[in-house]
Nanobody, 124 residues
Framework: QVQLVESGGGLVQAGGSLRLSCAAS????????MGWFRQAPGKEREFVAG????????YYADSVKGRFTISRDNAKNTVYLQMNSLKPEDTAVYYC?????????????????WGQGAQVTVSS
């Protein structure tokens, strides 16, 4: 198991930016692919972005492509989600997820380690 703690959420106006961080502990971080998911009120949790173990491959949901960037610093055991040009529809609780895997994963059921979530609210 790996423990995940998100930080960096908050309230921002539409068009603004936020950066989420997810600090991992408990296992060798570089062996885990990482992902970000989000869940808006009344909606199912959805994939936002995923990154490979080395950080050289990343995948994004169409809704955030070109606006969000996932990255990781394996020396700091941390994965980031830089969110630019935020829209009110990006409002959600954002979750960091990890899975011991060699390939990037993009579905919720494939991840078995989850953080507690960070609230992101975008006002219009």
């Amino acid at each position: 198991q790996v423990q995940l703690v998100e930080s960096g959420g908050g309230l921002v106006q539409a068009g603004g930016s936020l950066r989420l961080s997810c600090a991992a502990s408990g296992r060798t971080f570089i062996n885990y692919v990482m992902g970000w998911f989000r869940q808006a009120p009344g909606k199912e949790r959805e994939f936002v972005a995923g990154i490979s173990r080395s950080g050289d491959s990343a995948y994004y949901a169409d809704s955030v492509k070109g606006r969000f960037t996932i990255s990781r610093d394996n020396a700091k055991n941390t994965v980031y989600l830089q969110m630019n040009s935020l829209k009110p529809e990006d409002t959600a609780v954002y979750y960091c997820a990890a899975r011991y895997s060699r390939v990037v994963l993009t579905t919720q059921r494939e991840y078995d380690n989850w953080g507690q979530g960070a609230q992101v609210t975008v006002s219009s």
